[in-house]
């Protein structure tokens, strides 16, 4: 039969890809790869036909084998299928897995070759059969147009990254039961762009167990990664119950801890964004509170992204104030100090002229929420909320707003003063940093999650804006205490 897909155009397609730790894989440390063994479930298969996609050095293969022959595992015999498609590493791949010929029972196999094509391949003849898959897959963007995200589209996966891809494809390979432990990064939990794989995996597999790592620079320490990692067990076809989710510090797991959560605490019901969350051991106290329970739709609130992107207007952009500019906001001119704007310390540009070509992206004076998009790596808050205040800048006409930031208006226009100063405060709160971090894994606050996010009522967010302006002193604590005080 003439294959559906062209193994050299995919290995061009590999080679586009930045080599950063063979195809952007980085090796499982053997903590972790013991670790991801231990969370198999209890199995109902006798004989057990393991996939390693993306296996490198054999590392988590040869862990589950060794976990077998030493009473683990109640298999009665082991077949395992590693694809790796560096010829390098085939070798140490090859050598790893010798020490098992010995063993009748165990029977192992190494594909040379690209995982992607293959799986989808077998996808579409619809040749499953894997009773186990084990993953430390490669991360790696997919474009729009690439050879990847058409191949992918042939069996219904749209993703953007080869990690979410290998997932993807391992679980259709799985037999219904069959089950699914793999390491990978915290961000397809939410975002608009890995919706359509959050809806691919939760319609096929139920959530067994999650591990989350609060490091973000110690899972690959020695590869220097910098992202929050997680490692998810899945079961294809199962019946969705509880979920436990354990996490620790870092690889070493001395602070180990595991808590079980009902399934509604993961994926809120009705949520059309599908969001996973990873719960704390308790109920965060923004869960707690009731009287938190309103969308933005709900107070009347938009929120959208700056439009303004500076490097597409450079012609209009000026360092400082001029005549017929009008002020342009960045994050750096919101601090812990509040505005400063000018801000002449900064390397940022502050304004842009106003003319026919700038007017579109140009919001009218008025009282603004905003919130940066980036955190540094060191902030120790995931949302930082500022207040633009119209009589700070000297009667401008208008103002424009950096991409940078995310903009809370209605209907492109400003909102009450104590409305703002109050959904400041409530944003800022220690608690609804911690209640944002249960679903974002990363340093980025997009639009989307902060629509995603309840709130307290429009009175209520006048009132603490009320409570803001009489404060001559204001700090974290105080900030706290207020929101926690909100009644239930």
């Known amino acids: 039969m003439r294959s559906v897909i062209d193994q050299n155009q995919l ?62 595992f109640k298999f009665k015999r082991v077949e395992t299928e590693a694809y790796e498609i560096d010829d390098k590493i085939q070798l140490s791949l090859k050598k790893a897995l010798e020490k098992y010929s010995s063993y ?63 997932l993807a494809l391992a679980l259709l390979l799985l037999d219904k039961e069959g089950q699914l432990v793999a390491i990978i990064p915290r961000s397809f939990c939410n975002g608009t762009y890995f919706r359509a794989f959050r809806e691919f995996l939760l319609k096929r597999a139920s959530i067994h167990h999650i591990h989350l790592f609060g490091a973000r620079d110690k899972t690959f320490e020695k590869d220097k990664v910098l992202q929050e990692n997680i490692i998810i067990v899945l079961v294809r076809d199962g019946k969705q119950g509880n979920v436990l989710v354990s996490t620790s510090t870092d690889a070493a797991f001395a602070d180990y801890s595991i808590h079980e959560h009902s399934f509604n605490r993961i994926v809120f019901p009705n949520d059309p964004e599908r969001f996973i969350h990873i ?34 207007v450079r012609k209009h952009i000026r360092k400082m104030p001029e005549k017929d500019t009008v002020p342009l906001l960045y994050p750096a001119h919101f601090g812990d100090q509040g505005t400063v704007w000018p801000n002449i310390d900064s390397k940022k540009p502050n304004a842009i002229q106003y003319n026919s070509e700038t007017e579109k992206w140009l919001y009218p004076p008025g009282f603004y929420t905003v919130v940066r998009r980036f955190s540094p790596k060191e902030e120790k808050r995931r949302i930082k909320a500022g207040i633009v205040d119209p009589n700070f800048f000297n009667g401008a006409k208008a103002l424009a707003f950096e991409n ?8 492109k226009s400003g909102l009450p003063e104590d409305l703002v100063r109050g959904l400041a405060l409530f944003l800022n709160s220690s608690p609804v940093d911690e209640y944002f971090r249960l679903f974002n894994g990363h340093t980025q606050v997009n639009a989307t999650d902060l629509r995603q996010m309840k709130y307290p009522s429009r009175e209520i967010l006048i009132s603490l804006g ?11 604590m105080m900030i706290d205490e207020k929101v926690k005080s909100l009644t239930l």
Not at 466 to 476: A, I, M, P
């Open 104 to 166: 009748p029972e165990i029977q192992t196999s190494i594909v040379s070759g690209d995982f992607i094509g293959r799986a989808v391949e077998l996808s579409l003849n619809r040749d499953r059969g894997f009773t186990h898959a084990i993953l430390n897959p490669p991360y790696a963007k997919i474009n729009s147009n690439s050879y990847f995200r058409l191949v992918l589209r042939r069996v219904g996966i749209e993703t953007v990254n080869l990690y979410s891809a290998f």
């Open 404 to 411: 940078h930031l995310n903009v809370f208006h209605f209907s």
């Open 466 to 476: 009320k409570w803001l302006k009489k404060q001559r002193t204001l700090n974290q």
């Open 279 to 312: 719960p704390e051991a308790k109920r965060n106290s923004i869960e707690l509170l009731s009287k938190i329970c309103f969308s933005l739709n709900d107070l009347g609130i938009e929120i959208s992204t700056g439009p303004v992107v500076d490097f597409r």
């Open 11 to 72: 290995k061009k397609s590999f080679k586009k890809i930045d080599k950063k730790a063979q195809l952007g894989q980085f090796m499982t440390p053997p903590r972790v790869a013991r670790f991801m063994v231990s969370l198999f479930p209890l199995s109902k298969f006798e004989i057990c036909r393991l996939l390693d996609p993306g296996a490198g050095a054999g590392s988590l293969t040869c862990v589950f084998l060794d976990h077998w022959l030493e009473g683990g």
